[in-house]
């Protein structure tokens, strides 16, 4: 019997599972409740990187950077990936936070090292190198352009039968300690399984089904300036300041500011994000400063309770979990959604264990 | 090369582009703009949002208010990071 599976939520999380799914053999539906991308997948500065201090969580990273290589051609979908370095800068402050967290990353095998400024500014040439006075440097890492991985993603799965359907939002249906589906206006759509992959909107979705999940929530401003021919390379994050910068392949110099916790989902722009973050670029980048700002925009993603995704089975038989990604979504959501379609498929995944509801 | 229709300056976008990415599936407004990136450039929509709407309309043959606008971004125009960079406090959120 073939299994049935909704996804709520289209995003990177929920479209890597559909795609995982259905490429196995199971009937999946995607429901999304505004256009694709309306998220934070399509919201997002696209930076991929593996410098976490999770072991669990920097497996997932690694093996996404993979299956991006590999998806693309299998889709036949560009995503408009490169991958030239991520680098993280900070100053004395901080410094050992930075080396720490190396030595984990060494461990569980990713090629990260501690960097001088004179490095990075080989990396960049532009660099202002007295801004910071440690980095460390992921080569792997890079820069995706999150919008074609969406509809990539979406094209595959529809290839793979799966419907995908925006602007539909549903509720979670439960029946005694059991999921029957999801339900679009009047009409109940049945699944054996439900996965809850709407991002921000995860904790109203899990309340539906009566489980309790607690994500927080978080509100990041993104700006980008005029186009440029292609220079900056790698992806910059400053963890002193929380600023970061890259480039995309669009030639915009696309950055923001690491997200701040809210009680509510809004997506409003503010003034005083410009000005603290034109403060820092034009400190960092100081040829930068006559560059333009054309275009500002905000986004809301969820974390779990313990900083880490929140994957798998809840109390309600059938009702899955696949949020809680934090701002790490498109670093790590693609080998998420593989590993939750062989869980449900095969009754089991290893690196699961470590994201447990 | 007369019947080349530019819709799109910034994103140097025809007519026929636009109209592809609709066929392709691209049928509502905020996925036509990402798409294709039409609005998204330096003039902000201000010269081709209005052509985006019409052709939208012509081809799914929606209203123009069933369509709707996509969100217009700030800043209105332009502004160089300098500047923003010397402001002595923003809106105070």
Known sequence: ?357 | MKDRKVVCRCEDLTEEEIIHAIELGYDDLESLKRFTGATTGPCQGKGCLMHLLRILSQKTGKSVDEIGVTTQRQPVNPVPLYILAAAEKGDGE
């Open chain 1, 1 to 357: 019997m073939t299994i049935k599976v909704a996804v709520i939520g289209g995003g990177v999380a929920g479209l890597s599972a559909a795609y995982f799914l259905a490429k196995n053999g199971a009937e999946v539906s995607v429901f999304e409740q505004k256009y694709l991308l309306y998220g934070a997948s399509g919201r997002n500065s696209g930076g991929l990187t593996a410098q976490f201090r999770n072991e669990a969580l920097i497996k997932l990273a690694l093996r996404s950077l993979e299956l991006y290589n590999t998806l693309q051609s299998e889709i036949g979908f560009n995503f408009l990936l490169r991958r030239d370095g991520y680098v993280k800068i900070a100053n004395d402050e901080v410094a050992n936070v930075l080396k720490d967290e190396v030595e984990i990353q060494k461990r569980a095998g990713v090629n990260v090292k501690i960097v001088d400024p004179d490095f990075v500014k080989s990396l960049f040439p532009d660099i202002n190198e007295n801004a910071f006075s440690i980095a460390s440097y992921f080569a792997d890492g890079g820069v995706v352009f999150p919008w074609p991985v969406v509809w990539g993603l979406a094209k595959g799965c529809k290839e793979l039968g799966v419907k995908v359907y925006d602007y539909t939002p549903v509720s979670v249906e439960v029946k005694g300690n059991e999921v029957v589906g999801v339900r679009v206006d009047d009409e109940l759509h049945r699944a054996d399984y439900v996965i809850n992959a709407a991002g921000a909107w995860s904790n109203e979705i899990s309340r539906q089904a009566g489980v309790e999940l607690n994500n927080k929530i978080f509100k990041e401003e993104i700006c980008v300036t005029e186009s440029l021919k292609p220079y900056l390379d790698p992806y910059i994050l400053d963890v002193s300041t929380n600023v970061y910068i890259s480039q995309s392949m669009r030639g915009e110099i696309v950055g923001g500011i690491l997200g701040n916790e809210t009680n509510n989902i809004n997506v409003k722009s503010s003034l005083d994000f410009l000005t603290k973050y034109a403060k820092r670029v034009v400190e960092l980048v100081p040829k930068l400063r006559g560059m333009s700002i054309l275009r500002q925009w905000a986004g809301v993603y969820d974390l779990g309770r313990d900083g880490l995704p929140v994957i798998g089975p809840t109390k309600v038989k059938g009702f899955i979990q696949l949020n809680g990604f934090g701002r790490n979504g498109m670093s790590t959501a693609p080998a998420a959604g593989e590993a939750l379609a062989e869980y449900i498929l095969k009754g089991k995944s290893k690196i699961l264990e470590y994201f447990k509801p």
